[in-house]
């Protein structure tokens, strides 16, 4: 789980580099443009609370730590993990939201169907974000061993190969009491079933839960437009960053466009669960 967080410097280095690819004219663009800058009527700093500006991505993934840390205050750090789906490829980012919007059904319910069957599935809850990896076509073959078994069994969608392919997944801290991650993973990898498609990881033991929690929110909203190839990160190109980021906000001008809440049955707190040192 990578725990790395954008320097400001790097935080206005992306934003510049969005503002010079970005069409003159769009809303979206003169909102990012006054974005940090002073208001006129008073001494706040202006906040356009774009999904795509890196500005505001940082102040949002704040409020959704403090959220998160607050909904499972009196949960144990051993019921809770990072489950990661990958869900698709698509060779447009606009083809993603349609998708997005069906895999959210899709995951909806398999939970009722898994707990229809097992009665622990009904008190597991998550908070899942999307997330995508593009990919040159010309890189297929300098991906991961993982990455390449799971394009192989899902296939590429039709391409002119000159735009990226983009790998789209979501990100989700589950807290999963009565069942151990294992079987998640494997309830899961029922519904989604192609190869290396679910992953679920348990939180570190070493760390305080609200730690756990927040490197998890973290990294699930990161903003770093990078691809990881051959080991080497590598910058998105301007182009890529305005397509996805300006499909966002043709989706939806909210972070709600990005983020599904999966609330389970609340299980009755135990007084020994209180005094539990992995808090």
């Not at 989604?192 to 305080?208: N, T």
Request: proline content about 4%.
């Amino acid at each position: 789980m990578s725990r790395v967080e954008l320097s400001n410097e790097d935080r206005d280095r992306y934003h510049a580099r969005m503002m010079n690819k970005l069409p003159d004219g769009l809303a979206f663009k003169e909102n990012m443009k006054l974005c940090g800058k002073p208001r006129l009527t008073s001494d706040n700093k202006f906040k356009c609370r774009k999904v795509g500006c890196p500005k505001c991505r940082y102040s949002y993934i704040s409020r959704e730590q403090k959220n998160a840390i607050n909904r499972y205050e009196h949960a144990s750090a051993f019921d809770m993990a990072l489950l990661t789906i990958n869900l698709g490829i698509v060779a447009e980012t606009d083809a993603i939201w349609d998708r997005w919007v069906a895999d959210r059904k899709k995951m909806r319910y398999a939970i009722r169907a898994l707990a229809q069957r097992r009665t622990p599935w009904l008190h597991l809850s998550m908070t899942a974000y999307l997330d995508v990896f593009p990919f040159a076509y010309e890189e297929v073959t300098s991906l991961g061993v993982k990455q390449k078994e799971y394009i192989a069994s899902v296939g590429l969608p039709a391409s002119d190969h000159i735009r990226p392919y983009w790998m789209y997944h979501l990100h989700a801290l589950v807290h999963h009491p009565r069942l151990d991650w294992q079987a998640v993973r494997d309830g899961l990898a029922n519904h989604f079933s192609a190869p290396h498609q679910v992953h679920v990881e348990p939180l570190y033991r070493d760390e305080l839960k609200g730690d756990n929690i927040s490197s998890v929110i973290a990294y699930a909203n990161k903003y770093q437009p990078v691809s990881l190839i051959k080991g080497c990160e590598r910058d998105w190109s301007s182009e890529w960053m305005a397509d996805y980021f300006y499909s966002c906000e043709c989706f939806s001008d909210s972070y709600k466009s990005i983020r599904m809440q999966i609330n389970g049955k609340i299980l009755p707190v135990a007084l020994g669960d209180l005094l539990r040192e992995d808090k």
